[in-house]
Nanobody, 115 residues
Framework: QVQLVETGGGLVQAGGSLRLSCAAS????????MGWYRQAPGKQREIVAT???????TYANSVKGRFTVSRDNAKNTVYLQMNSLKPEDTAVYYC?????????WGQGTQVTVSS
């Protein structure tokens, strides 16, 4: 089992920034991929960004150039730096950990961007 704890959500005005953190603990295998997904009300959960333990990253087109995913392997922690936030970024953001075909999710953290 892997436990994921997200922190850093909140309310911010459009154009502002937030940084999310997700700390993983438990039976962590390497290599793995950690990432961020989000789910807005009435919409399906969608991928935001991922980062492999080797450093390879992927981003949704909607956040490219605004969001940056990074990780500290020594701390088993993944970060999401979100800049130039837009109201459409409002959602619950979930941390995700994948290793050996096993998926784990955090409890989610609310990000609200006001216009």
């Amino acid at each position: 089992q892997v436990q994921l704890v997200e922190t850093g959500g909140g309310l911010v005005q459009a154009g502002g920034s937030l940084r999310l953190s997700c700390a993983a603990s438990g039976s962590i295998f390497s290599p793995n991929v950690m990432g961020w997904y989000r789910q807005a009300p009435g919409k399906q959960r969608e991928i935001v960004a991922t980062i492999a333990s080797g450093g390879t990253t992927t981003y949704a087109n909607s956040v490219k150039g605004r969001f940056t995913v990074s990780r500290d392997n020594a701390k088993n922690t993944v970060y999401l730096q979100m800049n130039s936030l837009k109201p459409e970024d409002t959602a619950v953001y979930y941390c995700n950990h994948v290793a050996r075909a096993l998926y784990y999710w955090g409890q989610g953290t609310q990000v609200t961007v006001s216009s």
